[in-house]
């Protein structure tokens, strides 16, 4: 059996189950040309996307534009318990380049580690029809990639990785995550319990 990973992307916080989708700010995937080869029909472009990760946007209440979460906080006005939270909270679109000093041109990506006040941030890519994660079965398989970290101040982590994750970013198991891939949910890891905002969603 073979394991699908999703590629994610970083520079380089409390448990709630799913969340519900903003509208304050649209969310509009910046484009990025990625390469399929094979050794008989050369390489074929495809334009596919990149999504930020749920975990660095803007969570705010549903019926307003209070945060529900702010520092490493959640608000328990608006948050009593995970229910709540996964009710009454949404994630918003992101301005990736503006806000998190994301940019794409042609097949490059470039991730800013500070932009005015965010710190860091994980993308993930997309899959060609922009709605899942782009899954990737990697037995017998070349992965290739150039990255440029000579503008990376000592002591940081840039990273590229795979990580087994929903092609959905959940929202098939969980029912209530009205904002699946589009929005970046589903990542988790060793750090899930202490660092993610949203669990299992």
Same mark, same amino acid.
């Given at each position: 059996m073979y394991r699908k990973a999703s590629l994610t992307f970083s520079s380089?916080? /409390?448990?709630? $189950?799913?969340?519900?989708?903003g +509208?304050?700010?649209?969310?509009v995937h910046p484009p990025l040309t990625v390469q399929k080869c094979t050794n008989n029909g050369g390489c074929v472009s495809s334009i596919q996307s990149?999504?930020?990760d749920a975990n660095w946007r803007w969570v705010y209440e549903t019926s307003g534009y209070t945060n529900c979460y702010t520092g490493n906080k959640w608000d328990p006005t608006i948050c009593s318990d995970?229910?709540?939270?996964?009710?009454?909270?949404?994630?918003?679109? /992101?301005?990736? $380049?503006?806000?998190?000093?994301? +940019?794409t041109s042609g097949d490059s990506l470039t991730q800013k580690f500070i932009?005015?006040?965010n710190v860091g941030s994980r993308v993930y890519l997309m899959s060609p029809d922009d709605t899942e994660y782009q899954t990737f079965n990697l037995n017998n398989q070349?992965?290739?990639?150039?990255?440029?970290?000579?503008?990376?101040?000592?002591?940081?982590n840039g990273a590229l990785y795979f990580s087994e994750m929903d092609a959905d970013g959940g929202m098939s198991r969980f029912p209530t995550n009205k904002a699946g891939a589009k929005y970046g949910t589903g990542y988790c890891d060793a750090q899930c319990p202490h660092d993610i905002k949203f669990i299992n969603g």
């Open positions: 380089l916080l /409390a448990f709630v $189950a799913n969340q519900q989708v +509208t304050n700010t649209a969310e990149i999504v930020l995970p229910i709540a939270c996964a009710a009454n909270c949404a994630l918003d679109g /992101a301005s990736y $380049a503006s806000t998190y000093g994301i +940019t932009t005015d006040s070349e992965f290739t990639f150039d990255i440029d970290m000579s503008t990376l101040p000592c002591g940081l």
